[in-house]
Protein backbone atom coordinates (compact mmCIF):
# COMPACT_ATOMS: atom_id res chain seq x y z
CA UNK A 1 0.00 0.00 0.00
CA UNK A 2 2.58 2.71 0.77
CA UNK A 3 4.60 1.86 -2.81
CA UNK A 4 0.82 2.74 -4.13
CA UNK A 5 1.49 6.12 -3.00
CA UNK A 6 4.00 7.34 -5.24
CA UNK A 7 2.54 5.84 -8.34
CA UNK A 8 -1.54 6.77 -7.88
CA UNK A 9 -3.64 9.94 -5.78
CA UNK A 10 -3.36 9.60 -2.15
CA UNK A 11 -7.26 9.77 -2.45
CA UNK A 12 -7.47 7.20 -4.49
CA UNK A 13 -4.87 4.84 -2.10
CA UNK A 14 -7.02 5.53 0.44
CA UNK A 15 -10.57 4.55 -1.13
CA UNK A 16 -9.09 1.13 -2.11
CA UNK A 17 -7.00 0.40 0.65
CA UNK A 18 -10.32 1.00 2.76
CA UNK A 19 -12.30 -1.53 1.09
CA UNK A 20 -10.63 -3.72 4.02
CA UNK A 21 -14.14 -4.15 5.36
CA UNK A 22 -15.71 -5.10 2.90
CA UNK A 23 -13.14 -8.37 2.24
CA UNK A 24 -12.48 -9.20 5.90
CA UNK A 25 -16.35 -9.47 6.42
CA UNK A 26 -16.67 -11.67 3.05
CA UNK A 27 -13.78 -13.84 3.88
CA UNK A 28 -15.50 -14.36 7.97
CA UNK A 29 -18.42 -15.52 6.08
CA UNK A 30 -16.43 -17.80 3.87
CA UNK A 31 -13.38 -19.49 6.24
CA UNK A 32 -14.63 -18.81 9.87
CA UNK A 33 -18.56 -18.67 9.60
CA UNK A 34 -19.01 -15.37 11.05
CA UNK A 35 -21.49 -14.42 9.03
CA UNK A 36 -22.32 -10.76 9.25
CA UNK A 37 -26.56 -9.58 10.27
CA UNK A 38 -28.20 -7.78 7.60
CA UNK A 39 -27.58 -4.55 9.77
CA UNK A 40 -23.78 -5.22 9.93
CA UNK A 41 -23.49 -5.25 5.99
CA UNK A 42 -25.71 -2.19 6.05
CA UNK A 43 -23.41 -0.74 8.74
CA UNK A 44 -19.93 -1.65 6.42
CA UNK A 45 -21.57 -0.03 3.08
CA UNK A 46 -22.17 2.82 5.10
CA UNK A 47 -18.38 3.01 6.51
CA UNK A 48 -16.84 2.38 3.22
CA UNK A 49 -18.89 5.25 1.43
CA UNK A 50 -18.21 7.62 4.29
CA UNK A 51 -14.73 6.74 3.28
CA UNK A 52 -15.56 7.31 -0.27
CA UNK A 53 -17.19 10.53 0.17
CA UNK A 54 -13.66 12.06 2.04
CA UNK A 55 -11.85 11.08 -0.72
CA UNK A 56 -14.58 12.57 -3.46
CA UNK A 57 -13.33 15.79 -4.29
CA UNK A 58 -9.66 14.34 -4.89
CA UNK A 59 -10.92 11.56 -6.73
CA UNK A 60 -12.67 13.59 -8.92
CA UNK A 61 -9.63 15.63 -9.95
CA UNK A 62 -7.49 12.74 -10.24
CA UNK A 63 -9.98 10.42 -12.17
CA UNK A 64 -9.28 12.91 -15.69
CA UNK A 65 -5.46 12.18 -15.33
CA UNK A 66 -5.25 8.36 -14.92
CA UNK A 67 -2.42 7.07 -16.55
CA UNK A 68 -0.65 3.66 -16.48
CA UNK A 69 1.39 4.61 -13.74
CA UNK A 70 -1.88 5.28 -11.50
CA UNK A 71 -3.79 2.20 -12.66
CA UNK A 72 -0.83 -0.37 -11.25
CA UNK A 73 -1.07 2.24 -8.03
CA UNK A 74 -4.88 1.70 -7.87
CA UNK A 75 -3.91 -2.63 -7.73
CA UNK A 76 -1.11 -2.09 -5.32
CA UNK A 77 -4.09 -0.63 -3.07
CA UNK A 78 -5.91 -2.76 -3.35
CA UNK A 79 -3.89 -5.58 -2.77
CA UNK A 80 -2.71 -4.04 0.38
CA UNK A 81 -6.30 -4.02 1.11
CA UNK A 82 -6.43 -8.22 0.47
CA UNK A 83 -3.36 -8.24 2.57
CA UNK A 84 -4.32 -6.62 5.66
CA UNK A 85 -7.84 -8.24 5.52
CA UNK A 86 -6.06 -11.65 5.83
CA UNK A 87 -4.26 -10.61 8.21
CA UNK A 88 -7.39 -9.54 10.37
CA UNK A 89 -8.59 -12.72 9.65
CA UNK A 90 -5.71 -14.88 10.89
CA UNK A 91 -6.01 -12.59 13.98
CA UNK A 92 -8.65 -13.57 15.01
CA UNK A 93 -8.11 -16.94 14.73
CA UNK A 94 -4.98 -17.42 16.42
CA UNK A 95 -6.41 -14.87 19.12
CA UNK A 96 -8.70 -17.61 20.22
CA UNK A 97 -5.53 -19.48 21.15
CA UNK A 98 -2.76 -17.38 21.87
CA UNK A 99 -2.82 -14.32 24.62
CA UNK A 100 -2.34 -11.19 23.31
CA UNK A 101 1.83 -10.61 24.18
CA UNK A 102 2.98 -13.95 23.19
CA UNK A 103 0.61 -13.14 19.76
CA UNK A 104 1.77 -9.72 19.00
CA UNK A 105 5.60 -10.49 19.70
CA UNK A 106 5.61 -13.27 17.49
CA UNK A 107 4.05 -10.68 14.71
CA UNK A 108 5.65 -7.99 15.52
CA UNK A 109 9.27 -10.24 15.46
CA UNK A 110 8.30 -11.96 12.40
CA UNK A 111 8.13 -7.99 10.72
CA UNK A 112 11.47 -6.91 12.59
CA UNK A 113 13.23 -9.91 10.77
CA UNK A 114 11.47 -9.08 7.76
CA UNK A 115 12.37 -6.03 6.99
CA UNK A 116 15.65 -5.61 8.48
CA UNK A 117 16.09 -8.85 5.92
CA UNK A 118 15.05 -6.79 3.13
CA UNK A 119 16.98 -3.85 4.08
CA UNK A 120 20.36 -5.69 3.96
CA UNK A 121 19.14 -7.08 0.31
CA UNK A 122 18.22 -3.98 -1.10
CA UNK A 123 21.59 -2.27 0.54
CA UNK A 124 19.33 0.30 2.30
CA UNK A 125 21.17 2.51 5.21
CA UNK A 126 19.86 1.38 8.37
CA UNK A 127 22.73 2.86 10.74
CA UNK A 128 23.39 6.08 11.45
CA UNK A 129 19.77 7.83 11.63
CA UNK A 130 19.30 11.29 12.54
CA UNK A 131 18.24 12.56 16.42
CA UNK A 132 14.78 13.43 14.85
CA UNK A 133 14.22 10.34 12.82
CA UNK A 134 14.99 8.50 15.70
CA UNK A 135 12.76 10.24 17.90
CA UNK A 136 9.81 9.90 15.23
CA UNK A 137 10.18 6.10 14.68
CA UNK A 138 10.19 6.04 18.61
CA UNK A 139 6.75 7.74 18.81
CA UNK A 140 5.35 5.78 16.07
CA UNK A 141 5.94 2.67 17.67
CA UNK A 142 4.34 3.57 20.95
CA UNK A 143 1.52 5.32 19.98
CA UNK A 144 0.21 3.64 16.93
CA UNK A 145 1.83 0.65 16.84
CA UNK A 146 1.78 -0.58 20.34
CA UNK A 147 -1.34 0.91 21.28
CA UNK A 148 -2.84 1.47 18.44
CA UNK A 149 -2.25 -1.88 16.44
CA UNK A 150 -2.26 -3.44 19.80
CA UNK A 151 -5.25 -2.74 20.69
CA UNK A 152 -6.78 -3.94 17.46
CA UNK A 153 -5.29 -7.14 17.80
CA UNK A 154 -6.58 -7.72 21.52
CA UNK A 155 -10.48 -6.57 20.50
CA UNK A 156 -9.59 -9.57 17.72
CA UNK A 157 -10.18 -12.09 20.87
CA UNK A 158 -13.30 -10.28 21.87
CA UNK A 159 -15.17 -9.32 18.63
CA UNK A 160 -15.16 -10.39 15.06
CA UNK A 161 -13.01 -9.53 12.13
CA UNK A 162 -14.89 -7.02 10.43
CA UNK A 163 -16.36 -5.81 13.29
CA UNK A 164 -12.63 -4.26 14.31
CA UNK A 165 -11.91 -3.60 10.78
CA UNK A 166 -14.63 -0.82 10.06
CA UNK A 167 -13.67 0.55 13.78
CA UNK A 168 -10.41 1.36 11.56
CA UNK A 169 -11.94 3.65 9.42
CA UNK A 170 -11.97 5.77 12.43
CA UNK A 171 -8.41 6.75 11.64
CA UNK A 172 -9.78 8.85 8.67
CA UNK A 173 -12.25 10.94 11.35
CA UNK A 174 -8.84 11.08 13.68
CA UNK A 175 -6.71 12.36 11.49
CA UNK A 176 -8.82 14.74 10.15
CA UNK A 177 -9.35 16.61 13.39
CA UNK A 178 -5.45 16.38 14.30
CA UNK A 179 -4.81 18.01 10.98
CA UNK A 180 -7.50 20.74 11.77
CA UNK A 181 -6.33 21.25 15.44
CA UNK A 182 -2.16 21.05 15.06
CA UNK A 183 -0.31 24.67 14.59
CA UNK A 184 1.91 23.02 11.81
CA UNK A 185 -0.88 21.97 9.46
CA UNK A 186 -4.34 23.50 10.30
CA UNK A 187 -6.36 22.42 7.64
CA UNK A 188 -9.66 22.73 7.79
CA UNK A 189 -11.72 19.80 6.24
CA UNK A 190 -14.68 20.66 3.77
CA UNK A 191 -18.13 20.08 4.15
CA UNK A 192 -17.88 16.81 1.86
CA UNK A 193 -15.09 15.48 4.34
CA UNK A 194 -17.13 16.35 7.65
CA UNK A 195 -20.20 14.43 5.80
CA UNK A 196 -18.03 11.69 4.94
CA UNK A 197 -16.51 11.82 8.91
CA UNK A 198 -20.31 11.08 9.95
CA UNK A 199 -20.94 8.52 7.42
CA UNK A 200 -17.74 6.60 8.78
CA UNK A 201 -19.16 7.24 12.49
CA UNK A 202 -22.50 6.49 11.53
CA UNK A 203 -21.45 2.89 10.00
CA UNK A 204 -19.07 1.93 12.83
CA UNK A 205 -21.93 2.28 15.33
CA UNK A 206 -24.06 0.20 13.30
CA UNK A 207 -21.67 -2.21 12.78
CA UNK A 208 -20.36 -2.65 16.41
CA UNK A 209 -23.86 -2.61 17.95
CA UNK A 210 -24.12 -5.94 18.70
CA UNK A 211 -26.15 -8.68 17.09
CA UNK A 212 -29.18 -9.99 19.34
Same mark, same amino acid.
Given at each position: WIASLDLTTVAASVVLVNTQPVIVALLSAAVLHEVPARRQWIGIGVAVAGAVVVAAPDLAISSAGASRRALLGDILALIGAIAAALYFLVG???? *???? &?????????? *??? /??? /?????? /?????????????????? $?????? $? /???????????? $???????? *?? &?????????? *?? &? &????????????????? $??????????????
Open positions: RRLR *AKLD &LWPYVALVYG *ACF /VTL /VASAIA /VDAPLFPQPAREIAIFAG $LALGPM $L /VGHTGANWALRY $LRAYVVNV *AL &LGELIGATVL *AA &L &LPGIREIPPVTTVGGGA $LILAGIIVTSKPAR
